[in-house]
């Protein structure tokens, strides 16, 4: 089954074992783009990017983190958006709108963690460019001081607009995926406990999320409430490996064995046996 992702690790790590265990095909890989960032610049298209050709020629990438840095600059821009660690199956001739709107997707994977954790910048003083920020680390740059000059951080988008953003998100996916089995995870708070302000960020989206998504064809699962010894000590953005497997298993389940949401479960009686069943039934 052929399947995509739009988020960070979160998604991109759980589907790594569906590839392992299941055979899954991941075909694209949407990373490092923050929500309202994939909005303006591509569901609604109210704003343009600074270009590439001059952002690669005004970043200076240091030694120890150019690799990252050019990876998290090129996975947000047109070209290659959508390919992170998959720029060599890549075709030349097409870029992931154009591979979503002509190629058949079976399993669609997304998650809100750039919401959760990143604040983008925007130029000071490039006027052309002021309304078109970017997400940055400068520490991951020679030019930081550079950078901090000539750039200033958004601050984090609120849990609301958030929310807004993915449904956008979501149904702009739908229109070109209308067979999609379509997941959203919900990023985890229960590992920001030493973080009250991102705590409120994640906890905050699920309910506003849950609540503008009702109706959707969206499997939504909640935030994981996981205890300690699932947690990664140091590291909230990461949860032990059992956790992404576990939830490989859940899509697999959802999008295989036709197991129904929990909302659906009132509805999903079944009015036949299966040939299988009927089988058991009759004693053979």
């Known amino acids: 089954m052929k399947t995509l992702t739009i988020g960070s ?28 960032a994939f909005v303006t610049y591509y569901v609604e298209r109210t704003a343009k990017m600074i270009p590439l050709d001059f952002m690669n020629s005004y970043l200076k990438g240091s030694e120890r983190w150019a690799t990252e840095a050019q990876k998290y600059l090129l996975n947000q821009y047109r070209e290659t958006l959508g390919f992170h660690e998959l720029l060599d199956s890549k075709d030349p001739d097409t870029d992931f709108f154009q591979d979503i709107q002509s190629q058949k997707v079976d399993v669609i994977v997304m998650d809100n963690f750039m919401d959760v954790a990143a604040q ?18 400068p520490h991951f740059y020679a030019n930081q001081d550079e950078i901090c000059r000539d750039f200033e951080f958004t601050g984090h988008i609120t849990p609301e607009d958030s929310a807004a953003c993915w449904l956008k998100i ?3 996916i739908r229109k070109l995926q209308p067979a999609a089995k379509m997941f959203f995870l919900s990023f985890m708070y229960a590992t920001s406990t030493d973080s009250a302000e991102r705590y409120h960020r994640a906890r905050e989206f699920y309910l506003n999320f ?12 909640p935030p994981l409430d996981l205890p300690l010894e699932l947690h990664i000590p140091g590291d909230w953005s990461h949860v032990d490996g059992h956790v992404y497997r576990a939830l490989a298993g859940y899509i697999y389940l959802h999008s295989v064995a036709g197991m129904p949401r929990p909302e659906d479960l009132h509805r999903s009686a079944p009015t036949a046996m299966s040939p299988n069943a009927e089988l058991v039934a009759a004693g053979n």
Do not use: I
């Open 170 to 172: 979501y149904r702009f």
């Open 210 to 221: 849950s609540q503008l998504a009702r109706g959707e064809d969206l499997f939504l699962v």
């Open 120 to 137: 983008l910048m925007r130029p000071k003083n490039w006027s052309e460019w002021r309304n078109s920020p970017l997400f940055l680390n």
């Open 9 to 36: 690790c979160l998604s991109n790590l759980t589907v790594t074992w569906l590839k392992m265990d299941y055979g899954f095909d991941q075909t694209h890989n949407v990373q490092h783009m923050r929500s309202d």
